[in-house]
């Protein structure tokens, strides 16, 4: 099990349409998110968030506010415990999500992803270790609440495993 270094954000559901958007303001629940990962980034000024961690209804949230078509089921669920698994929990989605009704989304673009390429896609900034944050099912998690993670430096002797996942485009 990898130690990370995590923030814990907390927001009220209950003020988010069936769109995903803040009812007083029309603010999509992805771009709360930017503003936590920037947070998260202002506290750990040297980090940059990799996973986001929340339950199956904060996903659901997550995913409505990013007007993603019903068949996309946003997060990865964990297997291993309470904590990402890069090598085993993937593996184990994997099988478990062989139903073939829906894609899963495993990551979403960071905030601080700023260039695209050509086609539209944000590029992944390797000089500063900016890359897709993993989203990661927690059902220990609550409604009101999202972890921000990233895999702790002290005492891991390991590198960040980056895994390249093949890019899918709807048509």
Do not use: W
């Not at 019903?70 to 993937?90: H, K, N, R, V």
């Not at 900034?125 to 609550?142: A, F, G, K």
């Amino acid at each position: 099990m990898e130690f990370e270094l995590s923030e814990t954000y907390r927001f009220d559901p209950s003020e988010y349409d069936a769109t995903g958007r803040r009812i007083k303001d029309e603010v999509r629940f992805r771009d709360v998110i930017k503003e936590f990962e920037i947070d998260f980034h202002r506290l750990h000024s040297a980090d940059y968030a990799l996973n986001l961690y929340a339950n199956a209804r904060t996903m659901r949230l997550l995913s409505k506010s990013c007007d993603a078509a019903p068949f996309l089921i946003y997060g990865m669920e964990l297997t291993q415990g309470d904590s990402f698994d890069a090598l085993l929990d993937p593996s184990n989605n994997h099988r478990m999500e062989s139903d073939g009704k829906s894609i899963y989304v495993y990551g979403i673009d960071s905030a601080f992803m700023t260039s695209f390429d050509e086609r539209g896609y944000p590029v992944l900034n390797d000089e500063n270790s900016i890359y897709p944050m993993t989203l990661l099912v927690s059902n220990d998690m609550r409604d009101d609440e999202v972890r921000l993670s990233i895999p702790s430096k002290e005492g891991d002797s390991e590198e960040i495993e980056i895994i390249n996942v093949p890019q899918l485009e709807l048509v």
